[in-house]
């Protein structure tokens, strides 16, 4: 009895070594493709779709160029010394164009802009068409504004643009580059 439990352990342990040096041959095959790497070192090519390398052209080459040549310990400290005076002139200068009063910890995010610069073109990234109002509705990313159109102006030749029904911009509208809309069926709400 003791010979069939020490060869089935035997037969057990023997399976387990084959088990374990099979694992550690997929691990190897498994890491070797994700690197890329070959064998013997080289990187192995992956195609990705149907682009192929046509031709190489060498760079040109370099023309003469100087080797830089380090500084001496004169010119490193007259340039140290350069930077310090440097730095005490704009101190100096930051100090004496500083307002005195309280005015200078005023916050700087409720002034109004002095000017604006705009295309004055619309850029328009959507359009929706509401056939319950008969309206064409169009986002402008450029002007950040929606313009609502009678679906059905007939704009003359001497116009030059068919004039909006509604626009709906503004600062308080917080309208900045959007680029979908949606118009609800049940109440034509945009």
């Known amino acids: 009895m003791a010979h069939v439990v020490r060869a089935w352990r035997s037969s057990r342990m023997i399976r387990l070594i084959v088990l374990l040096a099979l694992l550690g041959t997929a691990t190897q095959l498994v890491l070797s493709r994700e690197s890329g790497l070959v064998q013997d070192g080289t990187r192995q090519t992956k195609i990705i779709g149907s682009d192929r390398l046509v031709s190489v052209e060498p760079l040109p080459e370099l023309a003469e ?38 005015t200078a910890t005023r916050d700087a995010s409720k002034l109004k802009p002095i000017r604006w610069i705009r295309d004055p073109y619309a850029a328009y990234s959507s359009v929706a068409v509401d056939p319950i109002n008969n309206e064409v509705v169009l986002t402008d990313e450029n002007l950040f504004q929606i313009l609502v159109h009678d679906r059905t102006a007939n704009t003359p030749r001497s116009a030059r643009l068919t004039e909006p029904k509604r626009i709906i911009a503004g600062l308080n509208t917080k309208i900045e580059f959007q680029c979908g809309l949606y118009i609800d069926p049940t109440n034509g709400n945009i």
């Open 65 to 102: 160029f100087c080797e830089p040549v380090p500084a001496s310990r004169e010119e490193m400290l007259l340039a140290a010394m350069q930077q310090r005076q440097d730095a005490r002139d704009a101190a100096k200068a930051a100090r004496t164009a500083a307002p005195q009063n309280s």
